[in-house]
């Protein structure tokens, strides 16, 4: 099924997006954050936590208290020349020793080491993702729309049994959702944890865990299974690198979810998420965005360009950050009011419009859940028609509608009723996206091509007022976020000269060549 | 008034349609397990219609049955709160005859709850359903704090604007979580000795008004409740308090 659309329009839409991106990109590389350089202190081999229960990467980025704009790295590094591992280093400044900063003659050794050490984990990361390569080869990919589900026990090891019934029950890609207060907290928490609230903490540990679980059942299931979890919230790079190691496949990781739904700072955001989504792009990771939040907040029969602005504008951060198109997630949603007369038809023309704008990308698609109510009849009956919508319009990630969304976190059988209506409706319905076409100057190609106009103008308006006035102003999901307000901005610091980062220093010039892959 | 049983299609038939899903394997024994499991429930005749393995060692099963007791309608008082219908313009007028000044209502999902959905749909101007959000009404002053907002900051945010009314939002829970966190605001109110200056309030689609009053709240709104059902509540409230000399501090 394809739609009319007006190529100079897209064509401008493009653009108008990279010029979005560039100061937002400018003001990422003149800054750093805590986030950032505890990532570098983990993907040094740094874990553990103190006798306070502090991870040490905390304890390391703390110790170096106002010189966070010079970076970790190289007093870091320094204090390994001894012989040392930074673990180690890690451990003795937990117990009192001070962490200083190199002495000039020092640097040259410093930066020998430090450079080795990120190339060292850069190895690292680069086999996991040959690994995933591997085992994609020899049990296969599912067709698509891949069938995405949750679990949200609280308890890693209730997840682990939840994610391998759903796996045999159909699911491709398991996602654990994270306790709901885990994007405000400023560490990652360690090891595994059985104790959590609507989701289970994200901890590499617990990353661990769930993808042994799905590593044992694939096997069983013959094909590939994804593992999600979400670099978004306060340690969007950390929550990257914890993924990088452990081999997750997808991470939610938007741009501006953190800034507009759990009011983080935007400079912060905006600085973390250029490197989260470095680590990620690096690692394989396929990024989901949050765009389907935007419609939560504001009614989707009139914010549907919203949607699709800030599609252009995370494909253009990710593009930049080195994710190449195959790997950026973008994310839109089923939310238009079920009531409304022509709701599905709407809700196909923006599918369709964002699946024919974005070819490449594997689109993430959510159910509703705003409209959805106590009644789980028509809950599921909603959720037949997005799964209708999902097959028919070619996505690529449909995260499935389950039956008592807006009741409680899924039950095992809940999940199975998804997944049974979900593979149904996709046998049933696959052959309908070679099928149809939009009648020309129908209902629905009208619908798309306004739609686009709209996004075409509010990144218009965007470009012109700059990406920190535009989120000040509200226009992203009715949300507006100053620039020097929310969560997290004590932890960001201007870049010094002499900052040193050596993922940054390893990663940057390979990022173009990455996103053209 | 006699008892009544569930209606299915014939009135005293009892029927109830179940579905449940038992930790056992979906093998031979599984119907009669079905089975057994209903009648030591209480239930009558029991029929399994629908089985099918959840999992390994997981069956889950669609169910009739016949209830075994019925209830009396006599004995039951409400759990949803008797609000009055009354309009928007009729709700601004009543505060605005009888109190005089805007009502201050000042709302927030709490704790662990990240979920702005219910105190949005309430407070935001532009409400649902076609119902204006509190916001909109010119004889409220409504403060939205947002999602996780500690309990203790919203005593000091109540204190600190004088409100009438704590407005409060639980979504999302998970092992009564949202009764934890319900408790802890009444208790903080209680033990500050503040808990008789505020109507307390709270919504979520798994509260009811009897469930909150359990909790010590004044009031519960479950799912569906709309905007002007909760400020007509309030409104009402606040001027019978007021009359009675119950709300001593914007008085």
Redesign the interface.
Known sequence: MKLELDSGLVAEARGLADEIAGPVLEFARAHTTVAIERTVARLFGVDGVDDLGVPLPNVLVDALGPRLGKGLAMPLAAACAAGRTPQQVAEAVAAGEPLDDPPEEMLPEARRLAAALAEEADAAILARRAERSRLIEQYGDPPTPWIYVIVATGNIHEDARQAQAAARAGADVVAVIRSTAQSLIDYVPYGETTEGFGGTYATQANFRRVRAALDEVMPEVGRYLRLTNYASGLCMPEIAACGAMERLDMMLNDSMYGILFRDINPQRTFCDQYVSRMVNGRAGIIINTGEDNYLTTAPGHEAGHTVVASNFINRALALAAGIPEPQIGLGHAFEIDPDRPGQLMEEWAIALLIRELFPRCPLKYMPPTKHVTGDIFRTQSLGTLFNLVGVATGQHIQLLSILTEAVHTPFLSDRMLAIQDARRVFEAARPLRDSLQAVPGGPLEQRAQLVLRQAVDLLGQVAEAGMFEAVERGWFADTPRPRDGGRGLEGVAQREPGYANPFLELWEPTLAEAASA | MPEIVPYGDTLGDGMVQL???LPAPADARARELGLQFLRNTGFLEPQIVHI?A???D?T?YVAYARAARGVDPDEITASEVEAPELSFSQINALIERELGRRMVVIGAAIE??????GI?AIMNM?GFAGDYGLERYPWIEAVNL?A?VPCERLVREAQERRADAILVSQV????Q?HARQLTKLVDLLEAERLRDRYLLVCGG??LSNTFAKELGYDAGFG??SRPSHVAAWMARELVARAAAGEQPQNA
Do not use: L, Y
Not at chain 2, 112 to 117: E, F, G, L, M, Q
């Open positions: 579905s449940f899903t099918a959840a999992d390994r997981m889950f662990s709850d990240a979920h702005t959905v949005d532009k947002g996780q999302v829970t998970q092992k979580v689609p798994r799912p569906g």
